[in-house]
């Protein structure tokens, strides 16, 4: 019967073509000949009838590659299935030749079925009374990967890989298809990117670059005999075993089909043969997690990146979906991070405090008008092990749950999956300033500011201090500030009850709105009590940070005023690309088809809302304002400009008993935010000494980040936004005059 469904070439006939195959056949090859009976036939004969008329090749999973914003520099990556699509073209003529000897001597001459194959089969396993030998075809093989790779249930999974005579039909069936539709190379060039090799390497790229830790197109005959005698086995035929005599001896099975095929010589076989199996193991990092240790502190930005991907509908419905995408669908990402400033940023942070400090000291920067964020840093290690973490500085968690510090992977900086934040005092003043201006007032706005005011607001959800019959009574840090104030003055010396008595003005609710708007979200109960409507329109003390934030973002707020007003999503990336390089794109709300990578950005504030609150800003650093006068003196920001030496505008923050210390500054290429305090217990106080700790750190950072860059100034605001009577200086920028700077 065998003879009868061959013809002279030895292909398989237009009978078996057409589906008329003798189900005892195939049920042969896969059960032993007592166990057939006509359940097989049946089975097989049920399944051919119910297969479509053309297979649909599912795409393989596919590992995807996260690289720094050079493009080169590897962060990491993410997949189920380590595997990347190679052309064929990209493959060595020795994998080819190898996996042809091992699996399928004559593939270039069946139509996808081994009919000699299958009758060999036939009599060993009935010689031996049980599976001894397959007759699979490498498009066989193929079809079954396919099937496997597609099955969207677990019925279909178990229809795919099930050990039944209607498997092995179906199998037949579509190889036969299959080989009808695509070249042999096609064939081959699929199978090898399909193929398991063990050690979580799926593909020949993979394989590659895990045992020899090289591309497959400069794979040697010996090593791609290796690899081609593994699919077979791959436990078994495992190289990096401690004991390699059966991976040389398959090894050398497979260099012999290869001398017996003609692609060696008999004496280069032999040649082959005789050398060990020489690797060079490299095991691909997979997640955050597995950075490398020379890109530690990009652990968290790997995190926040990771973050935002969980997040985007362009990936998926739902975060289950988005990761499936991010580790199946072998993409390109460019990320955002600059390994020169990432380098320079955690330099800085970790000048004065140290990775043992419990305190927590992080700086986060950001490029206005994009978003994209280009460094942050930690004075931590990106760790999962915490079993050598310093004491819990909460009595209540010490001795139960280790300290934070040196080992972690919170995202203290923010952009993660935990969301907590810190107090941020008054750099939340900016919000204040711009929604005053958004509203219509003048940057000479004026009030006399007492050092204690008694508010229009109750007092309970606020700093502390209430007075006149339960009114919230803020006051200033300083007697000094005690005076007639106006947005430059008032924001240069930080002056609590200014910019409270401009918060009732404008409405506590505007400056909530114009928060959030600028990036802000909450990360208590409370906060997110207060901030609601009507609630919000009675939390006075929110113009003094009383709110929790994160570096993250802040930075992201201040590099809207940086850039004019225009506010930009932060984000990690710069651009991201499908597996055939085409752009990744998505159709936004707006219906319109963008790019994910793309940024995404909004006017909140008019440019020349911006560019007076920019000016106001550069009280703070000493470098003084170009329309309008600092005053005497201003905060500790005061040497910011001398120790960057350009142009520069940002305010300091602290909290109650300064049990936090932040800086926030910006030039116009980047907006920098730093913090210092404890994760851990926020009542543990970082001290006024050390307010400057964010200060130079981000002083530090923006003048090695711009090193070598031509000087940039700030575009003055206009006069209509000034008020009347207002000292206009030149219309362009330049230098301070030294009577606004801070001696």
Same mark, same amino acid.
């Given at each position: ?13 237009? +009978? ?139 019925? !279909? ?29 096609? $064939? ?34 010996? !090593? ?52 060990? $199996?020489?690797?060079? $193991? ?28 969980? &997040? ?57 008008? #994009? ?159 207060? &901030? #609601? ?15 929790? #934030? ?6 992201? *707020? ?17 651009? +991201? ?11 936004? !709300? ?25 000016? *106001? ?127």
């Amino acid at each position: 019967m065998i003879k009868r469904t061959l013809s002279a070439t030895g292909r398989l006939t237009p +009978i078996l073509r057409a589906g008329l195959i003798s189900g005892v056949i195939v049920a042969a090859v896969t059960y032993p000949l007592a166990a057939v009976g006509g359940l097989g036939v049946k089975s097989g004969f049920d399944w051919y009838q119910a297969l479509p008329a053309e297979l649909t090749v599912q795409p393989p999973a596919q590992t995807t590659y996260v690289y720094a914003n050079d493009g080169k520099t590897l962060l990491t990556t993410f997949y189920e299935e380590h595997r990347k699509y190679t052309p064929i073209s990209e493959m060595s003529e020795n994998i080819q030749h190898a996996i042809v000897a091992s699996e399928d001597a004559r593939f270039y001459e069946h139509n996808g079925v081994d009919v000699k194959g299958i009758a060999r089969a036939f009599v060993a396993n009935h010689n031996s009374g049980q599976v001894t030998q397959g007759a699979s075809t490498l498009t066989m093989q193929y079809v079954r990967a396919t099937l496997r790779d597609g099955a969207q249930t677990p019925a !279909e999974v178990q229809q795919a890989t099930e050990q039944t005579s209607g498997r092995k039909i179906r199998e037949i069936r579509l190889a036969v298809a299959l080989e009808k539709k695509m070249s042999k190379q096609e $064939i081959l060039e699929r199978y090898l990117n399909v193929a398991y090799f063990g050690h979580r390497a799926y593909g020949i790229f993979a394989a590659a670059q895990i045992f020899f830790s090289k591309t497959p197109k400069d794979l040697t005959a010996t !090593e791609a005999a290796t690899l081609a005698g593994l699919v077979q086995a791959p436990s078994l035929y495992d190289p990096a075993a401690s004991d390699q005599r059966a991976a040389t001896e398959r090894r050398n099975y497979v260099l012999q089909r290869m001398s017996d095929l003609g692609y060696l010589s008999t004496d280069e076989a032999k040649k082959a043969a005789g050398q060990p $199996i020489k690797l060079k $193991i490299t095991n691909p990092p997979n997640d955050c997690i597995s950075i490398a240790p020379k890109l530690n502190s990009m652990g968290y930005f790997c995190d926040f990146f990771k973050s935002w991907w969980m &997040s985007q509908p362009a990936f998926g419905n739902n975060p289950a979906e988005r990761e499936a995408k991010l580790r199946r669908g072998g993409y390109r990402v460019v990320t955002s991070i600059d390994p020169r400033v990432q380098a320079a940023a955690q330099k800085n942070v970790l000048a004065n405090v140290s990775k043992t400090n419990p305190y927590a000291h992080g700086l986060v920067l950001v490029q206005p008008r #994009t978003g994209m964020v280009k460094a942050m840093g930690l004075n931590r290690t990106y760790s999962l092990d915490q079993s050598k973490n310093g004491v819990n500085t909460d009595w209540n968690k010490a001795g139960k749950i280790p300290g934070t510090y040196p080992n972690t992977v919170n995202p203290l900086n923010g952009g993660g999956f935990n969301g907590a934040g810190y107090q941020a005092g008054s750099t939340f003043k900016m919000f204040t300033l711009l929604a005053a201006l958004q509203a219509g007032f003048k940057m000479n706005q004026s009030y006399y500011s007492p050092q204690r005011l008694v508010s229009k607001y109750w007092a309970g959800w606020g700093e502390r201090g209430s007075c006149a019959g339960g009114r919230w009574c803020p006051t200033n840090a300083s007697g000094a500030m005690t005076g007639t104030q106006n947005m430059w003055t008032g924001f240069g010396k930080s002056v609590n009850t200014y910019f409270v008595q401009l918060e009732q003005a404008v409405g506590s609710d505007a400056v909530v709105r114009m928060a959030e708007s600028l990036g802000l979200t909450w990360h208590n109960d409370i906060d997110k009590m207060m &901030s #609601t409507y009507p609630r919000s329109k009675t939390w006075g003390a929110f113009t003094l940070g009383v709110a929790d #934030t994160t570096p993250l973002e802040m930075a992201t *707020a201040y590099a809207a005023v940086a850039g004019d007003g225009l506010y930009c999503e932060a984000l990690p990336v710069q651009a +991201i690309s499908n597996p055939d390089g085409s752009p990744t794109t998505w159709t936004n !709300e707006q219906g319109q088809t963008v790019e994910v990578a793309a940024p995404r950005c909004k006017q909140v504030v008019r440019p020349e809302v911006a560019r007076a609150a920019a000016d *106001a800003a550069r009280c703070v650093t000493g470098y003084g304002a170009s329309r309008g006068g600092c005053g005497s003196w201003n905060t500790t920001g005061s040497s910011v400009y001398n120790m960057l030496g350009r142009p520069i505008a940002g305010k300091t923050g602290t909290t109650d008993d300064t049990r936090a210390a932040w800086f926030v500054g910006f030039t116009p290429e980047y907006a920098a935010a730093s913090f210092m305090a404890d994760p851990d217990n926020p009542f543990h106080a970082v001290g006024d000494w050390n307010y400057n700790v964010p200060l130079q750190a981000v002083a530090w950072t923006l003048r090695d980040a711009l090193k070598g860059q031509p000087i940039r100034y700030f575009t003055p605001p206009p006069t209509s936004i000034l008020g009347k009577g207002t000292y206009v200086a030149a219309p362009q920028d330049a230098a301070p005059k030294k009577k606004n700077r801070r001696r």
